[in-house]
Every structure is written in C-alpha cells, then in structure tokens.
C-alpha cells in the first residue's frame, strides 16, 4: 500500500502512531477509530485505509476517498480536560498546515476544518471526541477520548474525487509529482504531536492559525442550524470560534457551513 504498512508506520517511532491499523479497503477510519476507542485501544492509535468506501466529512457529508489519497483517523487520550475539546480542530488544522509546507504545498486553513492550496481543498479534519466516561463537573471533566480524522487529496487527479475540479486539488497537482506517502504520514504525525503538544497555550496556537487562515477578512456566507448569515469574518475568539460582522452586529459562529463571497458569490 505505497509503502504504508503497520510496520513501516510503527518504524517512524511516532508517539501518535504506536498501534497502526492499514487496511486496503474500510468503510470509514473514523468509525474504525472510534470502535477501537470504545474498546479501550490506547493513545497513538492509527488507522489507516487505502479506499474509503464510506467515507464521512463535516455534517456527514460523503467524503470521497479513492485510491492514491491518505485517509488516517488517530485515536487520542488527551490530558487536558472535557472544556477545551472546541480547541482541537484548530490546533490539528495548524499541525496540517504546517506538514504540507514542509513537503512544498502552500496550504491556506479555511475556517473551521478545510486546508486549501490555491484557493481548492486538498485536505479535510474532522474532530469528535467522548466525555461519557467521566464524571465531575463539565469544566473539571477528563476527556474519554477523541478521534481525529484526516482525508488528504495525495497522490491523485482532482477528477478522481467526484467533485467538480475548480472545488479541489490535490498534492500530485500542487508539485507536479507524487509524493511518498510514509514521509508525508511522517510530516503530519510530527507537526501534529507539537500542536496539540501545546494545546494549553492556545492563544500562540491561534496566532499562528491567523497567519496560516486564508478566511479572516473575507466576506463569507456560513450556513448553520438550517438558516444562513453572512458577514465579514472579522477574528477567532479565545476558544476559536468565527467572530462575524453582520448588519446585525458582531455574532459569535461555533460552527457552520462557510462560504467565500470574494469572487461574486463562489467559495
């Protein structure tokens, strides 16, 4: 599987990757994921497949998930406790950022869980995590565990994900060449581990997630809870949320479908 393989995984000694689960076929490492959570699998918990066959993005949309791309799913014990679970998507979205510059993408971090690279989608986070174990008051709660999905367009032809091209990209059209998936899984579990290393400092997090943010600024159309605002995207808030400036005054966003109205209504 283009050199992946629970042992060439294990081998990049990664405190994230100390179980690895590769399979050719799954139909989500998500739900992979999440099984063994609830098991009791430890931190650093791994899976990998090759094809997705029902794959999950944000709002449960399908995510597709063909031959060539790195779909990874981690299993995560944090220390920090249940309240700063919010902090997590922004956190690894810097972590992912900060891989594919590293491999010679210049990726831009769409708010909330979207990198983009030349203004298409080339990679999708998604974070859940499970309080149900814990007791306790909410902002003294352990976090049971959390699951973090990441769906990397690698090595593959835009047309080959069932999206209309001018909406994705993906790292073999960035370069204009394939790349080793074992050194790009190398990249992400190292920036990764350092992000959410310093989850507690998330005001530096943020700073750099502003540096990295291709959103803020922008005119944007964010559809939630069955109704749409638009605004300009003005800052994050401490925990990350989207501060929006509407005609009705400024409104705190946790979470939303985003649009980009910066070229005559098109995202």
């Known amino acids: 599987m283009s050199g992946l393989s629970p042992e060439s995984i294990q081998g ?12 050719e076929a799954l139909g989500s490492t998500q739900e992979r994921a999440r099984e063994l959570a609830r098991a009791g699998t430890p931190h650093g918990t791994l899976v990998v497949a090759e094809v997705q066959t029902g794959g999950r993005g944000r709002l449960g ?4 998930s063909p031959k060539g791309g790195l779909w990874m799913s981690l299993v995560l014990r944090p220390w920090f406790d249940a309240s700063l679970a919010s902090r997590i998507t922004q956190t690894a979205a810097v972590g ?28 999708g986070i998604l974070a859940e995590s499970s309080a ?13 565990y959390a699951i973090l999905g990441v769906g990397m367009n690698a090595n593959l032809d835009p047309a080959e994900l069932g999206v209309p091209d001018r909406e994705v990209t993906t790292i073999r059209s960035e370069l204009g060449r394939a790349v080793n998936l074992l050194d790009l899984l190398r990249a992400l579990l190292s920036n990764l ?17 502003r540096s990295l943010n291709c959103t803020l600024g922008e005119k944007v159309r964010v559809r939630r ?14 925990e990350g949320a989207l501060l929006l400036a509407t005609q009705c005054g400024t409104v705190e966003v946790l979470e939303g479908d985003i649009e980009h109205l910066r070229h005559g209504g098109e995202g």
């Open 61 to 64: 949309r399908p995510w597709g």
């Open 96 to 123: 992912v950022a900060k891989a594919l510059w590293e491999i010679g993408v210049e990726a831009r971090i769409k708010w909330p869980n979207d990198l983009l690279a030349g203004g298409k989608k080339i990679c």
């Open 193 to 209: 581990e350092a992000e959410l290393g310093r989850i507690g400092d998330f005001g530096a997090v943020l700073e750099e997630w």
């Open 12 to 23: 990049l000694r990664s405190p994230l990757a100390r179980v690895a689960e590769v399979h």
């Open 225 to 238: 809870f069955g109704h749409t605002i638009e605004g300009r995207a003005l800052d994050l808030s401490q």
């Open 132 to 144: 149900e174990n814990t007791t306790g008051p909410a902002k003294q709660r352990r976090l049971d």
